[in-house]
């Protein structure tokens, strides 16, 4: 028997080697099934090849039922007899079985398009239609992003597929995925548990649990309860630290308020903003149903953000704000009346006319009225009962 020449040995060899690596890739199956679910099939047939299916249910639909028999055939076969007629292609890639639909595009173009971006621009909106300047839009887990400017627009690329989150102090955060679109204008909605946490603290608003300052919170449920008619007479209770008189019983008159006692000499009242704009001489000229809350700032902290102004405390206030869409009209009315606790005893004009002519003689003078005029005077007018209808 003749020598194989070394070359030849490693020509052989390597065909070898070939083959057992080709035999080693390939995925052998055996199926028998009949009208069973396309999906459970599938699912049969990466357990056998202990590979993981993955797909989209909202993008393909493997509800259908398959009869198929196969014996010690190559996985890729089968994925084609199963799915080629169905228009729905498949990759194996990683130990997983991708199940894509394919009646548009094939999979080469698909992952293009997921490498594309797209330019997106739009608007973000609160629950009342007001643009938010400042809202962040950002892809999780990624440097792209921008905020909104002073209108509440944006503008930026993303990449096609990815998912674009819209967030704001004081609203439920929203999430899209982007795919084609190239406006997208969203409207955030108000988180009201966030909202009971925060403050406002100057020009800004600060969550509860950090700010160290002595700050109080009231609202606007809180200001109607007793349907007062100023607004002073609504803080009235709710706010300690903080003292409210009235000067006198008459109608209209202002009420003193005073933070922490008094801090000045001459003027201790309070600093008053009202929507960011400084007030002088009180916020009696505002209806309290207007209010939207109202915050005090009670100690010195306060003067780092309003100067020398707020040495006797800061009551911010905000008002309501209106709603786009159909006009709505609130009509509100409100009325009082007081009675005086006692009637007093007076004299009619007739027993005046005598007191006066007493007062005359006991001066030394002459009576004031004669004996006539005091006849006819009568009982004259009780003003008593005039002034309060009695």
């Known amino acids: 028997?003749?020598?194989?020449?070394?070359?030849k040995c490693l020509t052989i060899l390597l065909s070898l080697f070939v083959l057992g690596s080709t035999l080693s890739m390939a995925q052998n199956?055996?199926?028998?099934?009949?009208?069973?679910?396309?999906?459970?099939v599938l699912e049969s047939l990466a357990a056998q090849a202990e590979y993981t299916l993955a797909f989209s249910k909202e993008v393909v639909d493997l509800s259908e039922n398959v009869t198929i028999r196969v014996v010690d055939t190559d996985l890729a076969q089968v994925l084609n007899q199963l799915l080629a007629p169905r228009k729905i292609g498949y990759e194996l890639r990683d130990n997983k079985i991708y199940i894509f639909d394919q009646s548009t595009a094939e999979i080469a173009e698909v992952n293009q398009q997921v490498?594309?971006?797209v330019h997106l621009s739009g608007r973000v909106i609160d629950d009342e239609g007001e643009p938010i300047p400042g809202a962040n839009i950002a892809i999780p887990g990624t440097t792209i992003g921008t905020v909104t400017d002073f209108?509440?627009?944006?503008?930026?690329?993303?990449?096609?597929?990815g998912t674009l989150r819209f967030s704001y102090i004081g609203f439920v955060d929203r999430e899209f995925t982007i795919v084609n679109q190239t406006v997208l204008d969203v409207q955030l909605q108000e988180d009201a548990a966030?909202?009971?946490e925060l403050v406002v603290v100057g020009y800004g608003v600060q969550r509860k649990s950090v700010v160290t300052a002595a700050i109080s919170r009231v609202t606007a449920e809180e200001l109607n309860v007793t349907r007062p008619s100023r607004v002073e007479d609504a803080l009235k209770g709710k706010v300690s630290g903080v003292q409210i008189t009235q000067s006198s019983g008459q109608p209209g008159s202002d009420s003193k308020v005073r933070i922490r006692g008094i801090g000045t000499v001459n003027n201790s009242n309070p600093l008053y903003i009202v929507d960011g704009m400084e007030v002088g001489g009180g916020i009696n000229y505002l209806n309290p149903v207007d209010i939207e809350s109202v915050e005090i700032l009670k100690d010195a902290a306060s003067a780092a953000i309003y100067g020398a102004r707020a040495a006797n405390g800061v009551i911010l206030v905000t008002t309501k704000k209106g709603t786009l869409g159909k006009a709505t009209?609130?009509?509100?009315?409100?009325?009082?009346?007081?009675?005086p606790w006692k009637k007093r005893e007076i004299l009619d004009a007739r027993e005046y006319m005598v007191i006066m002519n007493?007062?005359?003689?006991?001066?030394g003078n002459l009576p004031r009225y004669t004996n006539e005029q005091m006849t006819s005077a009568g009982r004259g007018t009780d003003w008593q009962d005039e002034t309060f209808y009695y």
Do not use: A, F
Request: no cysteine.
């Open 329 to 339: 009209v609130n009509y509100d009315v409100s009325y009082g009346w007081q009675n």
């Open 29 to 40: 199956v055996n199926l028998n099934v009949s009208q069973q679910n396309l999906r459970t």
């Open 1 to 7: 028997m003749g020598r194989i020449p070394m070359k």
């Open 115 to 117: 490498q594309q971006e």
């Open 194 to 196: 966030m909202l009971d």
């Open 358 to 363: 007493e007062v005359q003689i006991n001066d």
């Open 151 to 161: 209108n509440g627009h944006y503008s930026l690329s993303v990449p096609r597929g």
